[in-house]
């Protein structure tokens, strides 16, 4: 992922500044209590209000202004304790109500901060404002070769929308912002981050200048849906962007959309000012305040979050720095090892949870959730090489059984008889019988080839099938050869 971009007039600095919009998670939706559950039928999910009929009055539902608290707090921000909902006018056939509920000048909440790792290392990218708004409906133009549809269940659910500086610096660094937000907002249940739901969807803010100038003129790339399509887009929009300033071009301020089948971004129309909106507080809604003490609250409940885990992870059970942030980036996952980890090994446990169960998850596609692996069956197994019952080696074919169909790692290796052999009788049967098989190596060996010890633990394993406790297969084959 390239942060700079080689001209002939010189190097370009890319500046990305993002505005993701995070639908709340609530069962109602932000004013009405109709409910925002996915994939229902068209128009089965539409009060009066989100179908603007005249007369019919918003009501704000609490739990959405609590979960904009918490996310606030999670992203170390202020917490304004009073706001104001504005009406954000303009027409569109999927917004009956003919002006969007927003906050403008008063969001709930203001400035915070959030520490990514990317490509680039560890880095700071501040966060100028969240503030709550409604969602509008969906126009459908395919349906039918001369008639638009439009679906009102979306209109009215509430969103967050969280707007960053413009602290970014390349397609990766964005990437980074957009995972780490939406793993901080799983943690705290404030947003399920679906994106191809549409839970979390992004515009991308895009500039380039000469490193050390002021800020260029910047294009806005709209309602961007994967975290792959907001670094194609960023890339193909900081290249077009020097290419025009290049040949002595300026840069015209517009919305542009991103083509996922070409890659390409083009323009939409040209960028409108806050005062087209005609912005004005909504007389329907008070404004919204609440008390500190509301607040502390909320804060002492929440849980612990990503970062703090990472730290915790790496401090007390002496994980790498890497193996901490993989970890740590999914809720589900942090529990799970979590689960795994107590009581036993917690670097063992981690390398088994990154390495083969990530490894095994990746190979056939499937989640955390839908596997037949979990904490119990995994411990076990790491139990039963912890007491040497069985070798490292069994075990990772004891693990792809219990990743095919389930079932204990217990009855696994006693079914198949997959126990470590430690009885020394019976590895000294073992180590005599291969010695006798290669009796000119062993000469070779005693007159100096030390090479060739190697070459006897390895007959000795193959002939156990895998079964031989390797480090007393090393003990007693030392005697054996020196005597
Ligand atoms: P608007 O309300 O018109 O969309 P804002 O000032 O709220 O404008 O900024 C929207 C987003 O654009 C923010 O995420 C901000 O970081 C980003 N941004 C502002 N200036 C630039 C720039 N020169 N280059 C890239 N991003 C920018
Ligand atoms: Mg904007």
Redesign the pocket.
Known sequence: MKALIEGQTGTWEI?????VHAQVSSESKLFSGASTAFGAKPNTQVSLIDAAMPGMLPVINQHCVRQAIKTGLGINATVNLKSVFDRKNYFYPDLPQGYQISQYKHPIIGEGTLTIVSEEGEKEIGI?RIHLEQDAGKSMHDQHPSKSFIDLNRSGVALMEI????DMRSAGEAAAYIRKLRSIMRYLGTCDGNMQEGSLRCDV???VRKIGEE????C?IKNVNSIRFVQQAIDYESRRQVELLETGDSIDQETRLFDASTGQTRSMRSKEE?HDYRYFPDPDLLPLEFSQNYVDEIKAELPELPDHKRDRFIAEFGLSAEDADTLVEEKATAEFYEELSNGRDKKLAANWVITELFGALNKSGIGLRESKVDAHNLGSLIDLISDGTISGRIAKDVFGEIFESGGSANSIVERKGLRQISDSGQLTDLIDAVLSENQDKVTEFREGKDKLFGFFVGQVMKRSQGQANPKLVNELLKEKLAG
């Open positions: 500046v990305i500044g993002l505005e100028e707007v960053s500086k413009p803010n895009v500039s800020l260029g003129t910047r806005e806050a």
